[in-house]
């Protein structure tokens, strides 16, 4: 019996108008679901902390059992799961199954962290127990985007849940079912108690009202950069923590000994996954002079080599852009570049949503496909001379998300990443990376730091409560 229809996992009181569930490869109508307006975010809020606090008195096997759950469905339905991703956000399967693995893993390992150790015991100057204590931070807001739907959601609820809070998850309406109302049908299914997670999809008046809502302690926000400062000023004016994981514009560093023959898969790989729409995304490939003309070439014939197309109904390598607004700000960036100078090496054209894949050479920093975050299958490739000039290089974004660098020696490797301000780095990999285990953030216009798995959940997801106790009452001098 199938999981998912979205209507039966909306409230029928939403008060925004029927938005049509639209297929970006064929532009065909899957289905519809009603769009929350800022005045139901109120209406969530209260439901979601008078649910709340029975939730976060159960005894934690209870919660982690419900998370364990919600991991076992994941799986058990990949395929309907698998099918929405592909066609609502334009996912291959390969990409929509690794979605569906890792949201799988993140409700595991939230499960973990309902029987974390809760805080410490202090000493005190004071004849007293005194002690911390990790408590809820009550209600949780999500606000998640469209390119990752399903990671991007559960990686904020499913630990916030397993820790005794409530949610309320805003996802982005062009991928509400598979970046939220699938989530809902998961954890109904699992036995979540009512009132612990609403979805309500919408515009940026939703997100506005669920920042300023006063029953909503914490934000948890994955977008663009100039949406995440919006969020992060009016978090800041409600004196509100907000989690902020924005944007990129990642460097993979080639250097000079780096295998070529093995490179150019890695590369292609960083650049064209999800077409490009990935806050990872190799950006800017930094190649030594010694390889530059040769990774042009290389690079260029792999993306001439890749099949673009419908990945529902044909195997294709990259599937369409989400939309005609993200289809233009990519085509514009290209065609910007091109008349700045940038030659096109590869791709540069579309049919409807479907971008080729693009590798763009002799780039500098004027170039605009170099200097901003693309967001899309757009490869800008620049040569460098020495490690000095490409630590320079990469260093000199506004943007701190993730590095690749290639070489054969790793510890030149590693020496070189601790010269380049950045939250993620891999070595002998490019920069598209994720995994449930891992701490996950950026810097700078990238975001406010690692705030997922493990510790970092704790961190972003309750709050450190001081208690004593005394045996009798204390005594003062008056």
Not at 14 to 19: A, M, R, T
Not at 124 to 146: D, H, K, M, N, Q
Not at 379 to 390: G, I, K, L, N, Q
Not at 396 to 401: E, I, K, P, V
Request: with cysteine.
């Amino acid at each position: 019996m199938p999981l998912l229809d979205p209507k039966a996992w909306q409230p029928s009181s939403l008060s925004g108008e029927e938005y049509a569930v639209t297929e970006p490869a064929t532009g065909d109508t899957l289905g519809s679901v009603t769009l929350a307006g800022a005045e139901d975010v109120g209406t969530a809020a209260q439901a979601a902390r008078a649910a709340q606090a029975e939730w976060a008195r159960l005894p934690h096997f209870v919660r982690a059992g419900v998370l364990r759950k919600a991991g076992d469905l994941f799986a058990a339905h990949t395929d309907e799961l698998r099918d929405w991703i592909v066609r609502e956000s334009g996912s291959i399967p390969g990409k929509a199954e690794f979605e569906l693995h890792v949201a799988a893993q993140e409700c595991y390992e939230a499960a973990a962290l309902a029987s974390r150790p809760a805080g410490q015991i202090l000493p005190s100057e004071a004849p007293r127990l005194s002690y911390t204590r990790r408590v809820p931070v009550g209600v949780v807001g999500v606000i998640s985007p469209f390119n990752a739907p399903l990671i991007l959601s559960i990686r904020s609820v499913a630990p916030a849940l397993a820790l005794g809070n409530a949610v309320v998850l805003k996802p982005d309406p062009r991928t509400a079912v598979c970046g939220g109302l699938s989530l809902a049908a998961v954890f109904a299914e699992a036995g979540l108690p009512e009132g612990l997670l609403h979805v309500l999809p919408g515009g940026p008046e939703v997100g506005q009202a669920l920042v300023a809502d006063p029953r909503v302690p914490v934000i948890s926000f994955t977008g663009s950069t100039a949406a995440g400062r919006a969020v992060g000023e009016a978090a800041g004016r409600h004196l509100k923590r907000a989690h902020l994981e924005l944007g990129g514009n990642s460097a993979l560093i080639v250097l000079e000994d780096a295998d070529i023959d093995a490179v150019i898969s890695t590369a292609a790989w960083g650049s064209f996954f999800h077409q490009g729409q990935i806050c990872m995304t190799t950006g800017r490939h930094l190649v030594h002079e010694s390889l530059y003309g040769e990774y042009v070439e290389r690079l260029a014939a792999k993306a001439d080599a890749l099949a673009v197309g419908d990945p529902h109904r044909a195997q294709v390598h990259l599937g369409p852009l989400i939309d005609a607004g993200q289809l233009g700000k990519v085509h514009g960036l290209v065609e910007a570049s091109t008349s700045r100078g940038a030659k096109l090496a590869a791709g540069g054209t579309h049919e409807e949503l479907f971008y080729r894949p693009t590798v763009l050479a002799d780039v500098d920093d004027q170039t605009p496909a170099y200097a901003e975050e693309v967001f899309g299958p757009v490869a800008p490739v620049r040569p460098f001379t020495t490690a000095d000039e490409a630590a320079a290089l990469a260093a000199a974004s506004s943007y701190g998300l993730s590095l690749g660098i290639v070489t054969r020696d790793a510890a030149r490797g590693l020496d070189l990443a601790e010269r380049i301000p950045t939250g993620i780095v891999h070595i002998n990999d490019q920069t598209v990376n994720d995994e449930a285990v891992a701490p996950f953030g950026g810097i700078a216009a990238s975001g406010t730091g690692a705030r997922f798995g493990g510790e970092a959940n704790l961190e972003a997801f309750t709050d450190v409560r001081w208690t004593t106790v005394r045996g009798d009452v204390a005594a003062y001098p008056f």
